[in-house]
């Protein structure tokens, strides 16, 4: 369901977010596509809220950044590691790790929606086949 991130175009000049700017992005675009992939899906609104609310937590995200490694560039493992870098304790009742490692893969989304949405649009798809195959 991430048919509509190719048509998105990449900036023309890079924009200066910083790594947590890029993570709010992100977060944003995440939840977009998790909102998408369930709306084409019969259901009670309260059901796919709590479905999206499940997919856009710190240990989804981290779950779904651990599928994607292996295909990383080196790139996009750089926007991982600014964004785990610059992430802050958390929540109190979380896990920091859990939590730089979720800020990590939402500035990775972020700048690849700013820079290459369709190499998103790729990895997006890869987690979906995943999924089919568990």
Same mark, same amino acid.
């Given at each position: 369901m991430s048919d509509w991130l190719p048509v998105q175009?990449?900036?023309?000049?890079?924009?200066?977010l910083g790594p947590l700017q890029l993570a709010w992005l992100g977060d944003s675009v995440w939840e977009l596509h998790q909102r998408? %992939?369930?709306c084409r899906k019969a259901g009670r609104a309260a059901d796919l809220h709590l479905s999206v609310v499940s997919a856009v937590k710190a240990p989804a995200q981290v779950e779904a950044l651990k599928r994607l490694e292996p295909f990383l560039t080196a790139s996009e493992m750089d926007q991982v %590691?600014?964004?785990?870098?610059?992430?802050?304790?958390?929540p109190r009742k979380g896990e920091a790790a859990i939590y730089g490692k979720a800020t990590g893969f939402e500035t990775m989304v972020g700048w690849l929606f700013l820079n290459n949405p369709a190499r998103l649009a790729q990895l997006l798809d890869r987690l979906e086949e995943a999924e089919t195959d568990l």
């Open positions: 175009r990449p900036i023309d000049s890079p924009v200066d998408l %992939r369930r %590691r600014k964004g785990r870098n610059k992430a802050g304790q958390g």
